[in-house]
């Protein structure tokens, strides 16, 4: 199968699972949104959704947030993992947004990529889920699929990404990268991978990722 036709089929084929995408992380607005992304870092979704709903209630804006400090922002947020980090990024990017953007989050990679604990990922998605600004997050799941698949090597994210925006139409890109998250966590996972329910991989998968697979599942049953 080519390349071209392999993109064709992983397009078709989520679009036909996930006609509906739902957005993973809990927020109402730009701001909620980006502190969500800034907490997902090395945690769950579903934990991020369970925390951000006691920290909004406290402060659902940069103004409400710099009335706490930085360690009653942690106190709450510990679960997340890395608070120390966060919630300094949290208190200093809402100090940011009020005196340099006039309390909104802004609407460029320039603007968002300066704020504390901010980095390229949380950027794109922001870009892509609360302004519809075309571009392709790249997280562990869509690195490890593109791998899987054959359409990148999967040396870094920053190639995975490259890869990506090179070989899907942009058109697609902000529902893609969501869909592909979906696939990964529902059918492609790092760990506990059943191939059998993984079409896409199955389908046009990388010839060594799947003889690999079916090398360990042999000698489970030596």
Do not use: C
Request: aromatic share 10%; charged share 25%; hydrophobic share 40%.
């Amino acid at each position: 199968m080519k390349k071209s036709e392999k993109v064709d089929f992983v397009i078709n084929t989520l679009e036909e699972i996930y006609p509906e995408i739902p957005i993973p992380l809990d927020h109402k607005d730009p701001y909620t949104l980006l502190i969500a992304v800034l907490l997902s870092a090395q945690s769950t979704d579903v934990k991020v959704n369970q925390i951000t709903p006691l920290l909004f209630e406290r402060a659902d804006n940069p103004w409400d947030m710099i009335k706490m400090s930085a360690d009653q922002i942690r106190e709450i947020i510990k679960p997340v993992g890395l608070s120390p980090m966060k919630s300094k990024g949290i208190y200093g990017l809402s100090q940011i947004i009020i005196e340099k953007y006039n309390g909104k989050v802004p609407q460029s990679f320039e603007g968002l990529e300066e704020l504390p604990a901010v980095g390229h990922k949380t950027a794109s998605v922001v870009l892509a889920q609360a302004f519809g600004v075309s571009t392709f997050p790249v997280d562990t799941h869509i690195h490890r699929l593109m791998y899987r698949w054959g359409l990148t090597t999967g040396k870094n994210v920053q190639k995975t990404e490259k890869d990506a925006k090179r070989l899907f139409p942009q058109e697609v890109w902000n529902d893609l990268h969501l869909q592909i998250i979906w696939y990964g966590r529902q059918y492609s996972p790092a760990r506990a991978w059943d191939l059998e329910k993984d079409i896409i991989t199955k389908t046009i998968g990388r010839k060594s990722v799947i003889d690999d697979y079916n090398k360990k599942k042999a000698s489970k049953f030596k």
